[in-house]
């Protein structure tokens, strides 16, 4: 992976402005683009970058990404050293738990409007209660 070969995304704002929470803080006050580029640039970068690709090749890093909890796809992807299927299974199992997220809001939101309409039924219920 090459400075040259990331130009074109490294100049899409959109994508450097997603970007940006995850790039590590400079002394400097960069533009976003200037720092993502800086960030891909440097050594210690290029070297995760180096040891990733290796253990990816290796078909040893499926039992790791197992742990990590990254999907059965992203699992059988690392084990056979398959670097596309990998980020591939990334971007579905980011889309699943997007989903799923939602799925587990929408229950929430029902669950407490169900108890607002049993709280109001208990009260309603009172209201007919013979008082001695």
Request: charged share 35%; net charge negative; with cysteine.
């Amino acid at each position: 992976m090459t400075a040259e070969a990331l130009q074109p995304i490294l100049t899409n704002d959109d994508f450097v402005d997603k970007l940006r929470p995850y790039l590590p803080a400079t002394a400097e006050e960069l533009p976003p683009t200037e720092q993502l580029r800086g960030t891909v640039t440097s050594p210690q970068f290029q070297q995760a970058v180096s040891l990733f690709s290796s253990a990816l090749q290796s078909g040893q890093l499926g039992p790791l990404i197992n742990q990590f909890g990254l999907g059965e796809d992203a699992v059988l992807a690392a084990s056979s050293c398959d670097m596309e299927a990998f980020i591939k299974a990334l971007g579905k199992k980011k889309e699943s738990d997007a989903a799923s997220k939602k799925v587990e809001e929408k229950k929430s939101e029902k669950k407490s409007s169900e108890k607002g309409e049993d709280k109001d039924k208990d009260k309603d219920d009172d209201d007919y209660m013979a008082v001695d």
